[in-house]
């Protein structure tokens, strides 16, 4: 049975591309060229923010000394659970070497990169979580220098929230900006401000940060680019729609363009969520309100499928940034299942969980883009370089096989290079 949408949403209004990406590579061949004094200029202009860029270890230490006892506490729970998973997936690739022939041996090399710039939300939420998520890993990877940026605010002392400075400092960073948008990318990739221009530019934004990150890929690396917040929830007749329904819109007060689905065999169930969930949008206070009630009603979908095969192929071709799978046999979906960003197990869990705290990171591909790659990781940090050593007992047949395929593609130059050790060391 083809899956049937009970409820269809409409389609997230493409922005206008074109006109988005001149607008953010116009302002960053300015603050190529500006540097700092246009970093502040626009920070003045975007963000009404006329202090520091660079916080300074005095603004720091008060910061920090603003927080509640119970919040750091909190911090320190989920810091530990984030970087004991990334020791774990440091630790799940290895640098190796192999004699593939008597006398030919290669390997590999895991090495950090440099610098790493973290983008560090800011708007309507302190996200303290995005803090964690992205500078814990490098740190566990072995970057050296861990820069990040946040946007300022007019009601934090330093710019940016104590809660976030905090954060940043018990994860690790080297240096913080009071600096957010397009020119708080520009900071992290042209080495602004006393920074060490960025390897890697990792961390969730605005279509304007994301858009910076796309066009400075190649020039720098990024971790991905990332579009709005998607999540979707697996569920059968075994599921509780009072706890599907929160799940979905408590992924939807993301903001109004985050898609969020239920698949599910069950058409009671189904009918069941589809009233419930405006009811718990409505609870929420504003303006998360508004955002979940427009992501609901505008982009909330519920698809009717033929049992759980149906249901996993539905989730592999929409590919959801997070995927919670409130069904029977949760071991047969973890097997099953292919396309996601996060997977969530169970109705003991929730996307909320990785989102802050559980220890898994919630950068994570988006739009589709779990069909070809995955989330942050200390991978993303990591450059997997090869190297080879060769002695002349493999010689005879290296340097004939290579000179011969050399010469079969034209490359005689190449094929000399081969020839030239064969009489060199062979003699």
């Known amino acids: 049975m083809t899956p049937t949408y009970l409820k269809r949403g409409a389609a997230n209004a493409p922005a206008d591309a074109e006109n988005l990406s001149g607008t953010v590579a116009a302002l960053l061949a300015e603050l ?18 006329q202090g520091d860029i660079v916080v300074s270890e005095e603004a720091m230490e008060a910061a920090c000394a603003r927080v509640p006892q119970r919040l750091k506490d909190d911090i320190a ?28 041996t290669a390997g590999q090399r895991l090495i950090p990169v440099n610098a790493a710039g973290c983008y560090v939300p800011g708007g309507r939420y302190s996200h303290i979580a995005s803090a964690m ?21 007019a009601d934090a002392p330093a710019g940016v929230p104590d809660a976030i400075l905090y954060t940043l400092r018990h994860c690790g960073a080297d240096r913080v900006l009071a600096l957010g948008g397009i020119q708080g990318v520009a900071a992290l990739a042209f080495g602004l401000f006393g920074l060490p221009p960025a390897d890697i530019l990792v961390g969730p934004g605005n279509q304007y ?9 190649g020039r720098v690396g990024i971790d991905m680019v990332a579009g709005p917040t998607d999540s979707m929830v697996i569920a059968d007749s075994s599921a ?9 819109i408590g992924q939807a007060e993301h903001g109004a363009n985050s898609p969020v689905w239920l698949v599910t065999d069950s058409p009671e169930l189904a009918t069941e969520v589809a009233r419930l969930a405006p009811l718990f949008a409505a609870e929420l206070p ?21 049992g759980p095969e149906a249901m996993a ?27 996601y960003g996060s997977l969530f197990l169970g109705a003991e869990s929730t996307v909320a969980f990785g989102d802050k705290a559980a220890g898994t990171n919630h950068v994570l591909p988006t739009s589709g883009a779990a069909r070809y790659t995955g989330g942050l990781s200390v991978h993303k940090f990591l450059k997997t370089v090869t ?22 593609e034209g490359m005689e130059g190449h094929a000399r290079t081969a020839d030239i050790r064969l009489e060199k060391f062979l003699r």
């Open 387 to 408: 190297w080879q050593k060769v002695t002349p007992e493999a010689l005879p047949q290296l340097a004939a096989v290579t000179a011969s395929i050399s010469r079969f």
């Open 209 to 217: 940060v994301a858009e910076a990150k796309r066009l400075l890929y």
């Open 133 to 153: 998520m992205t500078v814990t890993t490098a740190k566990i990877a072995g970057v050296r220098h861990i820069a990040a940026v946040s946007p300022p605010r």
């Open 286 to 306: 504003q303006p998360n309100r508004a955002a979940a009630e427009a992501a609901w009603t505008n982009l909330g979908e519920i698809i009717l499928c033929d």
């Open 77 to 104: 729970y989920a810091h530990e659970n984030i970087a004991r998973f990334a020791a774990a997936q440091r630790a799940s690739i290895k640098e190796t070497e192999i004699e593939l022939r008597p006398g030919l």
């Open 313 to 339: 192929a539905t989730a592999d071709s929409i590919a959801p940034e997070h995927l919670h799978v409130q069904a029977a046999k949760l071991d047969w979906w973890k097997a099953r299942l292919s396309a």
């Open 240 to 248: 509780d729609p009072v706890i599907v329904a929160w799940d979905l």
């Open 32 to 49: 190529e060229t500006g540097r700092e004094a246009m970093a502040q200029r626009l920070s003045a202009e975007l963000d009404r923010w």
